[in-house]
């Protein structure tokens, strides 16, 4: 068993009553450090801002010419946009190559410093080159760019010097306009990375958008998480056949309101003579209608005529929005006035697109 006494000065306390750490004082209105890391961030952010404004400015201008060339680039290429660079440029890249795969655009990211030790192979000749460079001379995208030339790669260069190495040897060079960095010292990436950045937004999504690719198409590409479930459709969540609470017009209450209760939904649909769905009754009706003589009242007296439905093709984040706006918990999914389907509020919860 170790020995847990101590001695010495702190002779009089143990592991388990440990000296107690000074507490800092709270970063409150009345700390003056507050203001200052406050109007630090507030700096970072202008001079940022100034980047993105100045990097707007010039699409409009002569840097316009060279984004299109670019895009149209990529859009005629047969394989993928592999997307490179060294150091901050090399994480933008990472992320650029991540927003063209799940918009549309087939992407992957290499390392620059690993092209040279065999990822060259991962590159064919019906790929093109998307390379990341603030000074347009980092050493490593030398072999990209020679293996470029040598097997007929189309080669799109970013950076802020269009004389240097890789502007030079692009057959396309978007040239970032000049911006001062948002670190103090004017040194460390901030204000340069996230142009590159938004220059590569901009690109997937004028690539996206050129190839008319829709919100189911993205849906394809984002299957998991909150973003998947949104982009479900009703049908991959309703309830159907038997599970649907249904009754026909001329149904007494009694009958409809144990099927309210046994379906679980809380509402049931009343159909015509066809099958079309009619009406509904839910929990609200019964309280609004709530009397001595009212289960031996019909349904069709009870009723709300016309309600809603969705579509069997309707995005789950459609649906979500319509329950939310009209204030309700429940829906039948129709083609047509068929009921096909119902929805409910915890169904939408329990896929996660709420």
């Known amino acids: 068993m170790v020995n847990e006494t101590l001695t010495g000065p702190g002779a009089a306390r143990s592991r388990y009553n440990p000296v107690p750490m000074a507490k800092s004082k709270p970063l ?8 200052e890391i406050i109007a630090s961030a507030v700096r970072t952010l202008e001079v940022e801002a100034g980047g993105l404004s100045a990097l707007a400015a010039a699409l409009r201008d002569g840097l316009g010419g060279a984004f299109v060339a670019a895009a149209e680039i990529i859009r005629g290429a047969k394989g993928r946009v592999i997307v490179t660079g060294m150091g901050k440029s090399g994480h933008i ?6 927003t063209l795969a ?27 080159l998307l390379a990341l460079s603030w000074s347009g001379e980092t050493a490593e995208l030398k072999t990209l760019i020679e293996y470029s030339k040598r097997q007929r790669i189309g080669l799109i260069g970013v950076t802020a010097q269009a004389d240097s190495t890789l502007g030079k040897a692009s057959d ?16 460390a990436p901030t204000t340069s990375s996230l142009m590159q950045l938004a220059l ?17 198409d993205f849906g394809v590409l984002h299957p998991a998480g909150k973003l998947g479930a949104m982009l479900k459709f009703a049908r991959d969540l309703m309830h159907s056949g038997a599970a ?18 046994a379906k679980g939904f809380g509402c049931i649909g009343i159909t015509d003579a066809h099958g079309m769905l009619v009406g509904i009754i839910t ?8 009397r001595a003589n009212l289960l031996d009242a019909k349904v ?32 039948f999914v129709a083609e047509g006035r068929k009921p096909v389907g119902v929805l409910h509020l915890h169904d939408l919860l329990r896929a996660g697109v709420a």
Request: aromatic residues 2%; charged residues 20%.
């Open 200 to 216: 590569g937004d901009a690109l997937a999504i004028a690539l996206m958008e050129s190839r008319g690719f829709r919100a189911t």
């Open 283 to 290: 929990d609200g009706d019964l309280r609004r209608h709530m």
């Open 28 to 35: 409150g209105e009345g700390n003056p450090v507050h203001g």
């Open 102 to 128: 799940s918009t549309g655009t087939p992407a992957f990211f290499i390392h620059a410093g690993d092209a040279g030790h065999g990822d060259l192979g991962m590159i064919t000749d019906s790929d093109v």
């Open 300 to 331: 069709d007296d009870v009723m709300t005529r016309h309600p809603k439905v969705a579509r069997g093709d309707q995005l789950a984040s459609e649906v979500l929005e319509l329950l939310n706006s009209s204030k309700i918990t429940a829906l």
């Open 172 to 187: 396309v060079v978007l040239v970032l306009p000049d911006a001062r960095e948002a670190c103090p010292h004017n040194l």
């Open 93 to 98: 890249a990472r992320k650029i190559a991540a």
């Open 244 to 261: 649907m609470p249904l009754a026909p017009l001329g149904t007494k209450m009694t009958d409809a309101v144990v099927q309210i209760s």
